[in-house]
Every structure is written in C-alpha cells, then in structure tokens.
C-alpha cells in the first residue's frame, strides 16, 4: 500500500511539472529568443539586448504602445466606477431575480469574446454612434471590465459588515460620506485588483479590439499582429516579452492586494 | 416582526427591552434608530416625530452587538467620527475625543486600532463613540452579549453608573432578565413581537401580567385555581384540593386563574404543623445545596411538582421522601389569567 501511494504521489508531481511545462514552456522559448542575437526569430547565436533597443526608436510601436496605455487606462476607471457600482447594487437587491441579474453582470466573461466583438462593432455603427477608434475601443473594453471588477467587487464584499455603514450613518454620515469613509476604504483592495485585472485584460486584448478599432488606430497587440504577418522577428520576441512582464507584474499586484487583510468588516 | 407596541420611554430613563431572541426586541430599536421603517404607527421624539427622519438625523445614537467599529481606523478616529460628520473644528474634536476615552476608561489608547483591543475595550470605544455627540437617547443592542460574565458583571454596574451619572435616557436591548433588573429604571417584556408588560423591575417580578412574564424573569411555580369566594382583603381559591388566600383585585366567583409562585417566597413545614394558612400537603423529593440556600422540589399529591428555595439554615425538615406542607403569605402570589 505505502509503495503504491508513494508511486502515486510521484506521478502526481511528475503530471504537475508536465502542466506547468505545458504551461510556461512556450512562454519560456519566447523569451529566450528575444535575447538572441539572430535575424531570424527561431535561431541562437548569442545573446544582445539589440532588439529592446531596436523597440525604443519603432515609431509605430511606441504609438501602439501609447493608445494601449490610454486604451486599458481609460477602461479601467469606466470598468472600476460601474463595476463597484453594480457590485454595491447586487448587495443591496433583496428581489427574487437577484441571482439571474448577477449571473448577467458576469456573462461578458464567458460570452465568447468573437461573439461580443462583432455585437459591439454592430452596437457602434447601428445604435450608439461612437467615433471608432480609441473610444470605440476603451468603451467596448470596458464591457468585459466591468463584468471582472464586478466580481472581485463583490467577492470583497461577501464579509463586509453592513453594520458598519449603519454605525456610520447613525453618527450623522450621509449616505454619500459613509460610502467614502467606511465602504470604500473598506473594500478598496477589491476596486483596486479588480481594476488592475481590467487593466491587464484591456491591454492583451486583440480580438474585441481588431473588431471596433477605425482606420489608422492601432494598440499593441494589433501592431504585433501585423507585424507578425511578416514573421516573427526577435523585436516582436522582445515586445512580447515586455509585455508578459508588465501583465505579470499587475497580475502578483492584483493577486496581493486581494489577498491582503487591511480590512473587512469581520466581526471580532 | 413587531406588532401593537405603545410605549412611552421617559427622559433620562435606563430602560430595557427584554425577551427571549426573535421576540422583536431588537427591532423595535432599530426602528427607534432608524433603520427600518414602521408600517403603521407613529414614533416620536421628544414630542415630535420622527418615522420619516433618516437615520443620520435622529437625535439618538446605537452601540452594536457587535461593536461595529471601524476596523481601518483607529481608536482616537472611531470616537471622532461622529463630530467629523457634524464638522466640529478640529482642536474641539481632539478635546472631546479626550474627554470620552477618559469617560470609558481608555485614557491613551487612541493611537490603537480596534482590532489590538480586547472584547470589553472595543465595548467601551462603541460607547465613547456612540456617547461623543451627546445624544438624547443611547440605543445598546444587547452590547454585553459578547463578554465572558465576570467582565459581563462589571460592564454592567459601569454602564448603569455612567447613564446616572450623564442623565442620557438609556433604551437598552437584552435576553438577559438579570441584566435588566439589576441596571433598568423600568423593564418592557417583549414575546412574540408584542410587549407584553411594561413596569419597574419589582413590578415585573412581583406582579407579572401573564404566565410567560412569570415564567421568563426569575422562575415561577403554576397552580390552576378557580375563584370560590372572596372578603375583605383576599380571594378565596380553590387549588390541588385545598383553599387558599390569595392578594388581589376582586374576580367572579367561578372564574378559572393561574396562581404564581416564587420558589423564594414558599417555605416548607413538617407535615402536621398547621400554625398557618395557605397549606399544600407534598412530600419532598428532592433537596439539594447550593452553598445560597437549598433548592427543593415537592411533589403535591395531585402530582404536580414545586420548587422551593431555603434560605440554609431551614435544613431541619429536610429528609428527602417525608410528608411536608408548603405554605406562603397571602401577598406573595400573583393571579394570572387562566390560559385559554
């Protein structure tokens, strides 16, 4: 028995270096290359940082790179204000189609993103006649954000004490006071990784964004593609790279701040 | 859920509403808070009312069960917040901030968070902060809920001494029947969203209006009697075969009642003494020490069991299985309606 648990066990880690190779290899052979000196993207032949430098004088990347940080910043305040707000509402919704409504706010995460593309570029030109490019953008990135934030919103907000906002407008806060200096200090942590989430998600995005850009508009992940199409080069290799860098960074901040105990309103 | 309540709570009053929980106690304070609204009826205070008032506007402040301080601010800014949101100047604030931890005995620990304080101190900073804006009326929703009972006991005798002390009208939230007579002016029983008595802590106890009163504060023995006479000071009832004098207002000849009886106020008499009225022939079978006194039980020879309390030198007709008669004072019952 004891040699058949320990045989499984090694099985186990070995499926668990297998998915985490799976995982990470490619990303791995990604940013190897970035640092190889090569023409061509799939050959080493010593290492150079030329092609982070190279990026520093691509024009057309750095303004890809400059509608990216607009793009994703622009639908991570829209996503954090609505998305704190329809998390603040769901809490307070006491009628029976409560959970229908939640499962509703959550839908632009699984709706597959082709299909809220092609309804968003439709919505643009049909219904709300928005300029496409950066807004059409920012504004369609903010779907699926405030879906996101909505849902770590709220997450945060399971263990809130809603007597502390009675405490608080029983000394004399008004509503509006007691949401700035009790609720919102309160789950700040959840607004804050929920809208670096959008803010990640956002500046990734290529498929929402190929869809409602206009003409002459690119961010990042657009200019990649293209530029992909010519093959891939260790430039793109080392875009890529800093991109994977700035997304994990936001990410471990998203995760911490989540995790992190300022707060909450548990009982003691 | 609360129905049917009318209640006048006076200035300057420590008053308790106590129940068993899910009564409507508690309720009735927030409706008094504020945070819920009465479908019916009025609330006033201080003459006038004050039903659509919001919550933030009412000159009345709550201490919570649970405290419900703000767990991402410190001691000194719990206390303060009341006067920020009444934007008092700053300097006045530090002042009374002051003033109200010496208040509650917390004199230098402001610069703490809630959460490094023990259970009995965050009590006191929901005191001080709830107490800081002078309010005519300090609501507490059961606040010594959560404290083990020495600290419980203290807490009490302060909280009574500091509203005497304040003259701020006290409505009190509790389960606790001790609590609220040792600390109550006067004491509102709530059962079943009703209040059902509404009296000075004596009153509650001597003269209860009903059988779950009785039953509720302190413990009760019940005897069914029927009404057969009365004269000039007393009603004549018949009870477990025996005719007993009781105190009280005059009632139909015939009509069904439920005596109650502290064990307290019972004494037990070798069988065969009959010095006195009010005798019920039992015999004792149970006793037991309670370093107070002794505890009996007797058993009637209807078969229905009584509970006695002895003061511990009346250990001599004590033997557990011997006939004995219990007897009481006339005054010492109080007649409740017959169940229906």
């Given at each position: 028995?004891?040699?058949?648990?320990?045989?499984?066990?090694?099985?186990?880690?070995?499926?668990?270096w297998?998915?985490?190779?799976?995982?990470?290899?490619?990303?791995?052979?990604?940013?190897i290359?970035?640092?190889?000196?090569?023409?061509?993207?799939?050959?080493?032949?010593?290492?150079?940082?030329?092609?982070?430098?190279?990026?520093?004088?691509?024009?057309?990347?750095?303004?890809?790179?400059?509608?990216?940080?607009?793009?994703?910043?622009?639908?991570?305040?829209?996503?954090?204000?609505?998305?704190?707000?329809?998390?603040?509402?769901?809490?307070?919704?006491?009628?029976?189609?409560?959970?229908?409504?939640?499962?509703?706010?959550?839908?632009?995460?699984?709706?597959?993103?082709?299909?809220?593309?092609?309804?968003?570029?439709?919505?643009?030109?049909?219904?709300?006649?928005?300029?496409?490019?950066?807004?059409?953008?920012?504004?369609?990135?903010?779907?699926?954000?405030?879906?996101?934030?909505?849902?770590?919103?709220?997450?945060?907000l399971?263990?809130?004490?809603?007597q502390?906002?009675?405490?608080?407008?029983?000394?004399?806060?008004?509503?509006?006071?007691?949401?700035?200096?009790?609720?919102?200090?309160?789950?700040?942590?959840?607004?804050?990784?929920?809208?670096?989430?959008?803010?990640?998600?956002?500046?990734?995005?290529?498929v929402?964004?190929y869809?409602?850009?206009?003409?002459?508009?690119?961010?990042?992940?657009?200019?990649i593609y293209?530029?992909v199409?010519?093959?891939?080069?260790?430039?793109?290799?080392?875009?890529?790279?800093?991109?994977?860098?700035?997304?994990?960074?936001?990410?471990?901040?998203?995760?911490?701040?989540?995790?992190?105990?300022?707060?909450?309103?548990?009982?003691? | 859920?609360?129905?049917?309540?009318?209640?006048?709570?006076?200035?300057?009053?420590?008053?308790?509403?106590?129940?068993?929980?899910?009564?409507?106690?508690?309720?009735?304070?927030r409706?008094?808070?504020?945070?819920?609204?009465?479908?019916?009826?009025?609330?006033?205070?201080?003459?006038?009312?004050?039903?659509?008032?919001p919550?933030r506007?009412?000159?009345?402040?709550?201490?919570?069960?649970?405290?419900a301080?703000?767990?991402?601010?410190s001691v000194?800014?719990?206390?303060?917040?009341?006067?920020?949101?009444?934007?008092?100047?700053?300097?006045?604030?530090?002042?009374?901030?002051?003033?109200?931890?010496a208040?509650?005995?917390?004199?230098?620990?402001?610069?703490?968070?809630?959460?490094?304080?023990?259970?009995?101190?965050?009590?006191?900073?929901?005191?001080a902060?709830?107490?800081?804006t002078?309010?005519?009326?300090?609501?507490?929703?059961?606040?010594?809920?959560?404290?083990?009972?020495?600290?419980?006991?203290?807490?009490?005798?302060?909280?009574?001494?500091?509203?005497?002390?304040?003259?701020?009208?006290?409505?009190?939230?509790?389960?606790?029947?001790?609590?609220?007579?040792?600390?109550?002016d006067?004491?509102?029983?709530?059962?079943?969203?009703?209040?059902?008595?509404?009296?000075a802590?004596?009153?509650?106890?001597?003269?209860?209006?009903?059988?779950?009163?009785?039953?509720?504060?302190?413990e009760?023995?019940?005897?069914?009697?029927?009404?057969?006479?009365?004269?000039?000071?007393?009603?004549?009832?018949?009870?477990?075969?025996?005719?007993?004098?009781?105190?009280?207002e005059?009632?139909?000849?015939?009509r069904?009642?439920?005596?109650?009886?502290?064990?307290?106020?019972?004494?037990?008499?070798?069988?065969?003494?009959?010095?006195?009225?009010?005798?019920?022939?039992?015999?004792?079978?149970?006793?037991?020490?309670?370093?107070?006194?002794?505890?009996?039980?007797?058993?009637?020879?209807?078969?229905?069991?009584?509970?006695?309390?002895?003061?511990?030198?009346?250990?001599?007709?004590?033997?557990?299985?011997?006939?004995?008669?219990?007897?009481?004072?006339?005054?010492?019952v109080?007649?409740?309606?017959s169940?229906?």
């Amino acid at each position: 028995m004891a040699l058949d648990a320990r045989a499984a066990s090694r099985w186990l880690r070995l499926a668990s270096w297998l998915a985490f190779g799976f995982l990470y290899l490619p990303v791995a052979v990604l940013v190897i290359f970035s640092f190889s000196a090569s023409r061509y993207s799939m050959v080493w032949s010593g290492f150079t940082l030329q092609w982070y430098a190279a990026l520093a004088d691509n024009a057309r990347v750095l303004s890809a790179l400059m509608n990216s940080l607009i793009v994703a910043g622009g639908a991570m305040l829209i996503s954090a204000v609505l998305g704190t707000a329809a998390a603040l509402g769901l809490r307070r919704a006491r009628f029976s189609g409560r959970g229908v409504l939640a499962a509703l706010f959550y839908a632009p995460v699984v709706i597959p993103e082709i299909v809220l593309a092609i309804g968003l570029l439709m919505f643009f030109v049909l219904v709300m006649p928005v300029p496409l490019g950066l807004p059409s953008i920012t504004l369609a990135h903010s779907v699926f954000g405030v879906a996101y934030v909505t849902i770590v919103v709220s997450a945060r907000l399971e263990g809130f004490d809603a007597q502390l906002e009675e405490a608080a407008a029983d000394l004399g806060a008004t509503p509006w006071r007691v949401f700035l200096r009790v609720t919102l200090p309160l789950i700040w942590p959840g607004v804050l990784g929920g809208a670096l989430l959008a803010f990640t998600l956002s500046f990734d995005d290529f498929v929402i964004s190929y869809f409602v850009t206009g003409p002459g508009t690119a961010t990042l992940p657009l200019v990649i593609y293209s530029m992909v199409k010519r093959g891939v080069t260790p430039e793109i290799n080392a875009l890529a790279t800093l991109i994977l860098l700035v997304s994990f960074a936001i990410l471990a901040l998203s995760i911490w701040l989540q995790g992190r105990n300022i707060t909450a309103g548990e009982k003691v | 859920m609360v129905r049917d309540v009318s209640l006048a709570i006076r200035e300057g009053e420590f008053f308790s509403l106590l129940g068993p929980s899910g009564c409507g106690k508690t309720t009735l304070l927030r409706l008094l808070a504020g945070f819920e609204s009465p479908t019916s009826g009025e609330i006033l205070l201080a003459g006038s009312g004050v039903q659509d008032v919001p919550a933030r506007r009412r000159d009345l402040n709550i201490v919570f069960q649970h405290y419900a301080l703000f767990p991402h601010l410190s001691v000194a800014r719990n206390v303060a917040f009341g006067l920020e949101m009444q934007k008092v100047a700053g300097d006045e604030i530090q002042r009374r901030v002051a003033d109200a931890l010496a208040l509650v005995r917390l004199q230098g620990l402001g610069a703490r968070m809630p959460r490094e304080l023990s259970g009995g101190q965050q009590q006191r900073v929901a005191l001080a902060r709830a107490l800081i804006t002078r309010p005519a009326v300090l609501l507490l929703d059961e606040p010594l809920g959560a404290l083990d009972l020495k600290l419980r006991r203290e807490m009490q005798s302060e909280l009574k001494a500091l509203q005497r002390r304040l003259g701020t009208t006290f409505v009190y939230v509790t389960h606790d029947q001790e609590e609220a007579l040792a600390m109550s002016d006067r004491v509102g029983v709530m059962h079943d969203g009703q209040l059902l008595q509404v009296g000075a802590p004596h009153e509650i106890y001597d003269r209860p209006v009903n059988r779950f009163v009785a039953a509720f504060i302190g413990e009760s023995n019940f005897l069914a009697a029927e009404v057969t006479g009365y004269d000039d000071r007393d009603l004549i009832v018949r009870s477990a075969g025996e005719s007993l004098r009781v105190r009280g207002e005059r009632i139909a000849i015939g009509r069904r009642v439920t005596l109650a009886l502290r064990p307290e106020r019972l004494r037990i008499m070798p069988a065969g003494d009959s010095v006195a009225v009010n005798l019920l022939d039992g015999r004792l079978r149970e006793c037991v020490y309670l370093g107070t006194g002794w505890r009996c039980e007797i058993e009637l020879v209807d078969g229905s069991v009584m509970r006695a309390s002895l003061p511990p030198q009346d250990s001599g007709v004590l033997s557990v299985g011997s006939r004995v008669m219990l007897t009481f004072a006339p005054p010492d019952v109080a007649i409740l309606e017959s169940d229906s």
